[in-house]
């Protein structure tokens, strides 16, 4: 008997064989696991990529209407024009909304625009702006609802102005968002 057969008991070497040989078999099964998860998720409905817009506005108030307040100054303003999308595109603009100022002098608006595009496409957006109206003013948009191309988006972004939203507009949006595939 040799050093190593006293120190080792016997089945000890089989063991360690045995568990040699199964770990290859586990590493190619959770490999092929994996792999297939990550080629799955691409074709999911649910995982749809987020796309990246960015835009310029231009609209002018059509009709305003003062709600009148003790406290704030309150309007209905109905506007309409266009937007650029950054890749050249053109889309028509409609929105409602209502501006609210403060005592303090700080402007609120808030309401729905509808986005018309050249191909019949069109989104439903909630827009959310504050600011001073002699600074910058900032706020988001959501993303509600599409038809055809735009049908199921969801999203969200930002949009800058440095002109009150009460009136002539030019806006500047960057917004994320995505749609499901078809």
């Known amino acids: 008997m040799n050093d190593l057969e006293a120190v080792e ?30 080629f799955a998720a691409r074709f999911s409905p649910a995982q749809t990529s987020m796309e990246l817009t960015r835009w310029r506005e231009f609209s002018c108030a059509r009709e305003t209407n003062h709600l009148g307040s003790r406290i704030t100054g309150v309007d209905g303003v109905q506007r309409g024009g266009f937007i650029v999308l950054g890749d050249g595109g053109f889309a028509r603009l409609w929105n409602s909304t209502v501006h609210t100022t403060s005592p303090e002098g700080k402007e609120f608006c808030q ?7 050249e191909d019949g496409s069109s989104i439903l957006a909630k827009i959310d702006i504050t600011g001073d109206p002699k600074t910058r003013q900032t706020g988001t948009i959501v993303f509600l609802a599409g038809t055809k191309r735009f049908k ?26 995505s749609v499901p595939a078809l």
């Not at 309401?111 to 595009?117: C, E, L, V």
């Open 152 to 177: 199921g988006i969801t999203g969200r972004g930002t949009i800058s102005t440095w002109t009150p939203a009460k009136w002539d507009l030019y806006a500047e949006v960057e917004a994320s968002y």
């Open 111 to 117: 309401g729905f625009a509808m986005y018309d595009f």
């Open 9 to 38: 008991p016997a089945g000890v070497e089989q063991q360690s064989q045995e568990k040699g040989s199964k770990r290859p078999l586990l590493a190619i099964f959770l490999t092929a696991v994996v792999s297939l998860l990550c």
